[in-house]
Protein backbone atom coordinates (compact mmCIF):
# COMPACT_ATOMS: atom_id res chain seq x y z
CA UNK A 1 0.00 0.00 0.00
CA UNK A 2 1.22 3.53 -0.57
CA UNK A 3 1.03 6.28 1.58
CA UNK A 4 1.35 9.99 0.97
CA UNK A 5 3.61 12.10 3.01
CA UNK A 6 3.10 15.95 4.02
CA UNK A 7 5.54 17.90 5.88
CA UNK A 8 5.11 20.89 7.73
CA UNK A 9 8.44 22.34 7.56
CA UNK A 10 7.64 25.33 9.15
CA UNK A 11 7.67 22.92 12.47
CA UNK A 12 10.69 21.27 11.62
CA UNK A 13 13.38 21.67 14.43
CA UNK A 14 16.21 19.57 13.06
CA UNK A 15 16.38 16.74 15.17
CA UNK A 16 17.20 14.35 12.42
CA UNK A 17 15.45 11.63 14.03
CA UNK A 18 13.60 11.05 10.74
CA UNK A 19 16.72 11.00 8.54
CA UNK A 20 18.27 8.69 10.26
CA UNK A 21 15.31 6.36 10.59
CA UNK A 22 14.38 6.29 7.19
CA UNK A 23 17.37 8.36 4.99
CA UNK A 24 16.48 7.57 1.43
CA UNK A 25 12.72 8.92 2.21
CA UNK A 26 14.04 12.35 4.40
CA UNK A 27 16.59 14.54 4.09
CA UNK A 28 17.56 18.19 5.82
CA UNK A 29 17.81 20.75 3.06
CA UNK A 30 20.09 23.86 3.48
CA UNK A 31 18.20 25.34 6.11
CA UNK A 32 18.00 22.36 8.01
CA UNK A 33 14.42 21.54 7.45
CA UNK A 34 13.59 17.91 6.17
CA UNK A 35 12.17 17.76 2.89
CA UNK A 36 11.28 14.36 1.12
CA UNK A 37 13.97 13.07 -0.96
CA UNK A 38 12.32 9.72 -2.54
CA UNK A 39 8.58 8.95 -0.76
CA UNK A 40 8.90 5.76 -2.17
CA UNK A 41 12.19 5.07 -1.01
CA UNK A 42 11.03 2.92 2.15
CA UNK A 43 8.36 0.38 3.38
CA UNK A 44 5.14 1.97 4.81
CA UNK A 45 6.34 0.61 8.28
CA UNK A 46 9.62 2.42 8.02
CA UNK A 47 7.95 5.70 6.93
CA UNK A 48 5.65 5.53 9.85
CA UNK A 49 8.73 5.12 12.21
CA UNK A 50 10.48 7.91 10.88
CA UNK A 51 7.28 9.95 11.24
CA UNK A 52 6.45 8.76 14.91
CA UNK A 53 10.30 9.55 15.43
CA UNK A 54 9.81 13.12 14.58
CA UNK A 55 8.86 15.25 18.59
CA UNK A 56 6.87 17.44 16.60
CA UNK A 57 4.50 15.57 14.61
CA UNK A 58 6.34 17.71 11.33
CA UNK A 59 5.28 14.58 9.26
CA UNK A 60 2.08 13.28 8.15
CA UNK A 61 1.45 10.02 6.63
CA UNK A 62 -1.64 9.11 4.60
CA UNK A 63 -3.22 5.82 2.97
CA UNK A 64 -3.46 6.92 -0.35
CA UNK A 65 -5.99 4.13 -1.14
CA UNK A 66 -8.50 4.95 1.67
CA UNK A 67 -7.01 8.71 2.68
CA UNK A 68 -6.53 7.08 6.25
CA UNK A 69 -4.64 9.38 8.12
CA UNK A 70 -2.15 7.03 9.91
CA UNK A 71 -0.16 9.40 11.62
CA UNK A 72 -0.52 11.39 13.85
CA UNK A 73 -3.49 9.80 14.75
CA UNK A 74 -6.65 11.63 16.06
CA UNK A 75 -5.88 14.77 13.92
Known sequence: MSVRIEINR???QSYNRCTVVAPAVF???EDRKVQ???PA???REVILK???SCPYRVITVIDETTSEQLW???A
Open 36 to 38: LAD
Open 10 to 12: EKC
Open 27 to 29: VLD
Open 72 to 74: PRG
Open 41 to 43: GAE
Open 50 to 52: AAK
